[in-house]
């Protein structure tokens, strides 16, 4: 029997705002449900977020019309404070995220996942790219007051 081969898909973009402010963006429950969406037809009316070891999070990500929706949820495995955020998913693939400071104003995000088997390859990279991009223009027209 061989094990299980497992495929990860990379995807990043780059923010121009400093990493403190990326991390507040990316981990607050009332940031989460503005930017958490792949495409203008779908949402996120609910997000919890309980950032630690152990902790769960589930963002609820629905079609605008209600035709669809399901719980993106999981428990983190490992946070390093503006660096990094490992977690599994409810379905047991795993997700790790680094953030990293390009200089005082400017912030890369790597997130690294293993892929599910029900969608194409392609089209799980340019959802979860869209999510990082639809997040990218959220943190940068939402600037906050330099120092919080």
Known sequence: MNPKE???ISVKVLIDLPVEQVWKRW???EDII????ASKDWHTPF???NLRSGGKFNYRMEARDGSVGF???GVYDRIVIHKQIEY?????RKVNIVFTAINKNK????ETFEAENTNSIELQRTGWQAILNNFKKY???NNLIPGT
Do not use: H, S, V
């Open 107 to 110: 912030t890369e995000i790597i």
């Open 34 to 37: 503005n930017w958490n969406a």
């Open 6 to 8: 497992t495929t990860t």
């Open 139 to 141: 943190a940068e027209q």
């Open 88 to 92: 599994t998913l409810g379905d047991g």
């Open 27 to 29: 981990t607050t429950p």
């Open 47 to 49: 997000a919890e977020n």
């Open 71 to 73: 719980d993106f949820e």
